[in-house]
């Protein structure tokens, strides 16, 4: 018999786009995003993109009285950019940082500087064990040679089996992000496929909001016309996922936003926010634990990102080839140099000045591209090293998988 | 009623010293940890220090018919060193690197460039599911002054924190490590404290090797005598720690070898391997699960701990300083020579030779600090961010427990 009434909960997630110096009227906006968060009310704001801890301050500042619970995650040179106002107690608090994010030397994306990462939270709702998940990953740039599918599918592998390795004591299981992908794409059916996670949009009996449930959409004035132009209704990559162990969990309701804060004239950010109303109740005793069963389309799924981390492999392969090739050149020449040097010595007032010059100038750039060169080398070591691992832990998984599906 | 008879399992754990052109007798060395395992049959070892892939597709190769499972954890530039060996099926395995982990310009030391890691296996023996975790920390280089100990302490509270968010759904949980701690360290008694593992050698029935289980000691002819002066006995920082959740587990016997190997002049390795024989049942309905009291000493750890995490920010806040104002200073330079070049650029072939030689070195000199400075800028703000966020993770957990030990 189950006496408990069923718990209500409201979840709002929302990436940000609040990058000091970058992002247009930041400050206009984390103002309405507090107003609209201290307004609404809601059990459990999940945020990213929030890259100045000023800012999360002054959200805490303003919302400490309808959400007295918040953490920021610090991770990378500027920070994960994740944080969680929340109306509970959060009760511990981990982080694990992605193995790969990209690449140093791509400034203009600067991924790699944010740290990307998944943050944990356990909170206790109502006598209910809730693991919430925030998490960004890698940014898509472009989907047609997208040099950073690789990198998020092996983000997407570690994020499906960190829950997976850390949710096993809770009762129920929320995720909410920015997840870069598109609800079709590799990583998210791994990440689905892989923990079991269901989609809100998906599975909720009422949806109002932008078409499709789209969460980058063109009606916003934030966004890239022309990145957006081969999907008219834009696209979906902002998602709340959840799952239910002891509990039994559906959602209600979603809302997106839909371009403009209401009564204003910009939006809270270039992403529209997801709005879920859950409903969590106990599993009636009669319907018992749900025992997960596998599919086997799981198996191609696993494998085809599997081959996706080949693919990036042999392209870190090839990058840390060829920066290993140009640190040894860069490495003779300086030595070159350095004899032709100390053989000239006695003879060093040579009638042309200019050899001179652009002996030292070609000295200085040697220097330059060797320590660079030496630099990429360990770091594209370093990220075949995480890629072989990776495709290992998935080879180990697609063994254990089948064996799975064989005893069935 | 209890008709399961006990399992006993015998684990082996050993920093194997395997580093390729540096550690003495390295091949000798592996081939006879080889033949060892190989003879003993244990059911599980775990290694550590094992560098090359080479050397553990050699053991591998050795072992398939009495280790028929085994997986090596990559990560970091030339891999972790960790590894395992099993005589039991290896269900998933899944790897935790440690946010911080030394320094890359410590070449010396050299520990940064090895990807310091937590190794998680989860196996099945006889129905009982086990956690197994392999890892290796940040090593001591001078216990006086020990610039590493904010790193170390990082380290132990991100294993604690692993352990405890991952071993939920365990039977039973085991790490087995070289820890670089002597048992009373603070990180010591902070992994101990906050994930409740027990001591191999603390509680063993029967222990037979090096006086106090050291596993560092002046016996072994790898050994420096130097560095063990002030520890006459040796020190013990290679643990095998456990802990029943579901099952009961207690250590009939532990072993440490004592210097050389049997019958030969060299022993295995600078340290000494420990072996134990666990033995594992089932608790009686009777006893209950065992429900975990918090220690209100945790609290003094947990503080203690927070306090050397305190001093290794204020050290990184130092160092990103100096290394910013240098990178500034450089750049500086670089300017004012620029300057100066263009404005002297219709005059070039001045009467001096040696200030033109003189000035494009010291426009190689200052191009090369920026480099580093700016990389190093960057990698100290990563430290303080990862040590501000340990800090307030520990924060949180001191509250927690004292909100427990309020409601005790």
Same mark, same amino acid.
């Given at each position: %018999?189950?006496?408990?009434?069923?718990?209500?909960?409201? @979840?709002?997630?929302?990436?940000?786009?609040?990058?000091?110096?970058?992002?247009?009227?930041?400050?206009?906006?984390?103002?309405?995003?507090?107003?609209?968060?201290?307004?609404?009310?809601?059990?459990?704001?999940?945020?990213?993109?929030?890259?100045?801890?000023?800012?999360? #301050?002054?959200?805490?500042?303003?919302?400490?009285?309808?959400?007295?619970?918040?953490?920021?995650?610090?991770?990378? @040179?500027?920070?994960?950019?994740?944080?969680?106002?929340?109306? /509970?107690?959060?009760?511990?608090?981990?982080?694990?940082? =992605?193995?790969?994010?990209?690449?140093?030397?791509?400034?203009?994306?600067?991924?790699?500087? #944010?740290?990307?990462?998944?943050?944990?939270?356990? %909170?206790?709702?109502?006598?209910?064990?809730?693991?919430?998940? @925030?998490?960004?990953?890698?940014?898509?740039?472009?989907?047609?040679?997208?040099? =950073?599918?690789?990198?998020?599918?092996?983000?997407?592998?570690?994020?499906?089996?960190?829950?997976? &390795? $850390?949710?096993?004591?809770? +009762?129920?299981?929320?995720?909410?992000?920015?997840?870069?992908?598109?609800?079709?794409?590799?990583?998210?059916?791994?990440? *689905?496929?892989?923990?079991?996670?269901?989609?809100?949009?998906?599975?909720?009996?009422?949806?109002?909001?932008?078409?499709?449930?789209?969460?980058?959409?063109?009606?916003? #004035?934030? $966004?890239?016309?022309?990145?957006?132009?081969?999907?008219?209704?834009?696209?979906?990559? +902002?998602?709340?996922?959840?799952?239910?162990?002891?509990?039994?969990?559906?959602?209600?309701?979603?809302?997106?936003? $839909?371009?403009?804060?209401?009564?204003?004239?910009?939006? /809270?950010?270039?992403?529209?926010?997801?709005?879920?109303?859950? #409903?969590?109740?106990?599993?009636?005793?009669?319907?018992?634990?749900?025992? *997960?069963?596998?599919?086997?389309?799981?198996? +191609?799924?696993?494998?085809?990102?599997?081959?996706?981390?080949?693919?990036?492999? &042999?392209?870190?392969?090839?990058?840390?080839?060829?920066?290993?090739?140009?640190?040894?050149?860069?490495?003779?020449?300086?030595?070159?140099?350095?004899?032709?040097?100390?053989?000239?010595?006695?003879?060093?007032?040579?009638?042309?000045?200019?050899?001179?010059?652009?002996?030292?100038?070609?000295?200085?750039?040697? $220097? @330059?591209?060797?320590?660079?060169?030496?630099?990429? /080398?360990?770091?594209?070591?370093?990220?075949?090293?995480?890629?072989?691992?990776?495709?290992?832990?998935?080879?180990?998984?697609?063994?254990?998988?089948?064996?799975?599906?064989?005893?069935?």
């Amino acid at each position: %018999m189950n006496l408990d009434p069923p718990l209500q909960l409201r @979840v709002f997630d929302l990436n940000c786009w609040a990058i000091r110096y970058m992002s247009k009227l930041r400050q206009e906006r984390i103002g309405l995003i507090g107003d609209m968060l201290s307004q609404e009310g809601f059990d459990l704001a999940l945020l990213q993109e929030v890259w100045s801890e000023r800012d999360y #301050c002054e959200l805490k500042q303003k919302l400490v009285a309808c959400y007295p619970h918040s953490h920021y995650f610090k991770s990378g @040179v500027i920070g994960s950019g994740l944080c969680v106002f929340s109306r /509970y107690p959060i009760l511990d608090t981990f982080l694990y940082q =992605y193995s790969l994010n990209g690449y140093p030397y791509m400034l203009q994306h600067g991924d790699w500087f #944010c740290g990307k990462a998944v943050g944990l939270l356990v %909170m206790k709702i109502r006598g209910i064990l809730f693991h919430v998940y @925030v998490t960004h990953l890698h940014a898509e740039y472009c989907r047609e040679k997208d040099a =950073y599918l690789p990198h998020r599918v092996v983000q997407a592998w570690e994020l499906a089996q960190f829950i997976q &390795h $850390t949710s096993k004591g809770a +009762d129920v299981v929320l995720l909410g992000g920015d997840l870069n992908m598109h609800p079709k794409d590799v990583g998210i059916r791994l990440l *689905r496929g892989w923990t079991g996670l269901r989609d809100a949009f998906a599975d909720t009996e009422h949806f109002e909001g932008c078409e499709d449930g789209c969460t980058l959409v063109p009606a916003n #004035c934030f $966004t890239s016309k022309e990145e957006l132009q081969p999907f008219p209704l834009g696209i979906r990559i +902002d998602y709340i996922l959840y799952k239910g162990l002891s509990h039994f969990v559906k959602c209600d309701n979603l809302v997106t936003t $839909t371009g403009t804060a209401p009564g204003k004239s910009i939006p /809270y950010s270039d992403h529209e926010a997801v709005i879920a109303t859950l #409903c969590v109740k106990r599993r009636g005793e009669a319907e018992g634990a749900r025992i *997960r069963t596998v599919e086997p389309e799981l198996v +191609d799924v696993v494998n085809e990102a599997r081959t996706e981390v080949r693919v990036g492999l &042999h392209a870190a392969e090839r990058q840390r080839y060829s920066n290993g090739r140009m640190a040894i050149l860069a490495l003779l020449l300086l030595l070159l140099q350095a004899l032709m040097g100390l053989s000239s010595l006695a003879g060093w007032d040579s009638q042309h000045p200019f050899p001179k010059f652009s002996f030292s100038l070609l000295a200085l750039l040697a $220097t @330059v591209v060797l320590l660079v060169s030496t630099a990429l /080398y360990i770091f594209h070591t370093i990220e075949v090293k995480m890629l072989q691992g990776t495709e290992e832990q998935m080879r180990l998984a697609l063994q254990a998988l089948q064996d799975q599906l064989g005893s069935m």
